[in-house]
């Protein structure tokens, strides 16, 4: 499975991104999910869903303000980002794991895409 994420950019606080990832390959039954690193931070869990989309978690500083969906047609995930605040700014990278737990830890993820800058000024 490879991934390929994009839709980064730069924002002002309180405004709105969206962020997509497409993966290739035969992501069936993969979760899927987004990480962020900040610069000088650890990778930090943004949000995961799983294959079948009835398992959604959110870290508690995105709940209410970004919502990740799942086409699984088109081997898609969506990162939608409202009310953005300068703490988002970070690179985010969409991962995929085949086993569908501990979506917290990166190293449950085996698979990564490149990143894409988020940029949210104040």
């Known amino acids: 499975v490879q991934l390929q994420a994009s839709g980064g950019g730069l924002v002002q606080a309180g405004g709105s991104l969206t962020l997509s990832c497409a993966a290739s390959?035969?992501?069936?039954?993969?979760?899927m999910g987004w990480f962020r690193r900040a610069p000088g931070q650890e990778r930090e869990f943004v949000a995961a869903?799983?294959?079948?989309?009835?398992?959604?978690y959110y870290a508690d500083s995105v709940k209410g303000r970004f919502t990740i969906s799942r086409d699984k047609a088109k081997k898609t995930i969506t990162l939608q980002m409202n009310s953005l605040k300068p703490e988002d700014t970070a690179v985010y990278y969409c991962?995929?794991?085949?086993?569908?737990?501990?979506?917290?830890?990166?190293?449950?993820?085996?698979?990564w895409g490149q990143g894409t800058q988020v940029t949210v000024s104040s």
């Open positions: 390959g035969r992501p069936n039954g993969y979760s």
């Open positions: 869903i799983s294959w079948n989309m009835v398992t959604i």
């Open positions: 991962a995929a794991q085949q086993v569908g737990s501990d979506y917290q830890s990166p190293a449950r993820w085996g698979y």
